[in-house]
C-alpha cells in the first residue's frame, strides 16, 4: 500500500485511505472492484449490482479513473454524489497524477472544456418539438401501414408496402428510444426513462432494461474485445484484425465467418429470455402492449399466421436497416483488447461519421455524426452538428484521426471488413 502507509481497506465510507494508482489497479476483480472520480477512490464491490445502468458497466472501469465516463453519462452528478458518498474508502495520493497509466492529460483537460463549453452554450438542452414531431411520423407510419391493407386489401404489393412502411416506423422507433435511453429528451432522469419504456416497449416490443444494461458498456468501451457487447459475438463470427486469429485455436471456427445479417434474430430471442429469467415484469409488460396492438390491428386482416409472417417480414427489413446503419460506424474502425486510453482517443479510434444531409440525418437517426453521438452521449441528436466543428478543431490539435465518409462508402466498408476478417481467419485456419 502506499501514499503515507495507510490501511490497505479502510472502512468503507469513512474516506479515511490515501492510495497509490498501483493499489487502486489491483481491485479491478469481479469480486474486489475499485474506481477513481475525480481523484476519490471508491469501493463498488458490493454495491455494482444495484447500479442503475448494470454491474457490467462498473466493472469494465474496476481499478480505473471513471471520471471522463462519469461526466458523460450521469446528467445530474450532484445527485448521484449521494450515492457514492457511502462508498468513498479514500483519495489518490498528493504524489499521484489525476491519470492513470498512459492517458494523454494534454487530451483530457482540453476535451473536459470543451465538454463545459457546449453546456454553457446549450447544446444539452433539447427542443421538445424536434422529439414530438419524430413520435408523430412513427404514428402516421404505422397508421399509413394498416390503412394501406384495410382499404386497398391484401394483395402481395400491398402486403409488400405495408411491411416496408412498418419496418420503416420501426426503424425510426428505434431511433427514438435511443433518444430517451441517453437521457437527452427531458431534463429530469425519471421523465426519460418513463417515456424510453415506453417507446421501446409499446412501439417496439422490447426491454429498457436490457437496452441500458447492453447499450451502455458499448459506449464505455466500443469496440473492446471482452467488454463491448455488439462485438463479443464470437461464437457465430468474428470481426476486425485480431479476433479473426485468435479464432483459430477454437473447433468452433472450422468455417468462413459471413456477414452479421441474422444477429437481430437472435436479439429478439435473447431480450425475452432476459427479461424472464430476470423477472422484469414491467419491462415484459411494456412490451407485450406491442404484441397485442399489432396482432389486435392485423388477425382480422391476415389471420394469425399471416399476420405473424408479416411481422417477421417487417423486422427482417428493420433489421438489415439497423445493423448496416449501426455498423458503418464502427465495423471499419479499429477493434482490440484494452488498451485503457482516455476518453477521446478510446472515442475517436473506434467511431467514424458518415456525411451529413437531410436523409442521412433521418435514415440513421443522426448517428452519422457518430463520433459526436459517443463523445457526448447526453447531447440531443439535432445539436451534434453544432459541436462538430470543434471536435474536428480538437482532433486536429492532438493529431487524432478524424474520419468522414460518404453513406455509400460507409456501406461498402462493412462488406470489405468482414471480407477482411474472413481472409484472416481463413488464411490463419490453413496455415496453423
Known sequence: MGGGGQQTEPVSGKGTGFFTWEEVQKHSNRNDQWLVVKR??????????????????????????ATEVFAA???????????????????????EPSQDREKNDSIIKDFDSLRVQTEKEGLFKAKPLFFLLHLGHIILLEALAWLSVCYWGTSWTMTFLCATLLATAQAQAGWLQHDFGHLSVFRKSKWNHLVHKFVIGHLKGASANWWNH?????????????????INVMDVFVLGNTQPVEATYSPLFSYY???????????NFNIFYTMITRRDWVDLSWAMTYYFRYYFCFVPLYGFWGSFALQLFARFLESHWFVWVTQMNHLPMEMEHEKRQDWMTTQLLSTCNVEQSFFNDWFSGHL???????????????????VAPQVRALCEKHGIPYEMKSLWRGMVDVVRSLKKSGDLWLDAYLHK
Not at 447499450?215 to 455488439?230: G, L, M, S, T, V
Request: charge should be positive.
Open 40 to 65: 476519490k477512490v471508491y469501493n463498488v464491490t458490493n454495491w455494482a449490482k444495484r447500479h442503475p445502468g448494470g454491474f457490467r458497466v462498473i466493472s469494465h472501469y474496476a481499478g480505473e479513473d
Open 73 to 95: 453519462f450521469h446528467p445530474d452528478q450532484d445527485f448521484v454524489q449521494k450515492f457514492l458518498k457511502p462508498l468513498h474508502i479514500g483519495e489518490l495520493a498528493a504524489t
Open 214 to 230: 447492453r447499450h451502455f458498456q458499448h459506449h464505455a468501451k466500443p469496440n473492446i474485445f471482452r467488454k463491448d457487447p455488439d
Open 257 to 267: 465467418m459471413g456477414p452479421p445479417l441474422l444477429i437481430p434474430v437472435f436479439y
Open 368 to 386: 452519422n455524426f457518430q463520433i459526436e453521438h459517443h463523445l457526448f452521449p447526453r447531447m440531443p441528436r439535432h445539436n451534434y452538428h453544432l
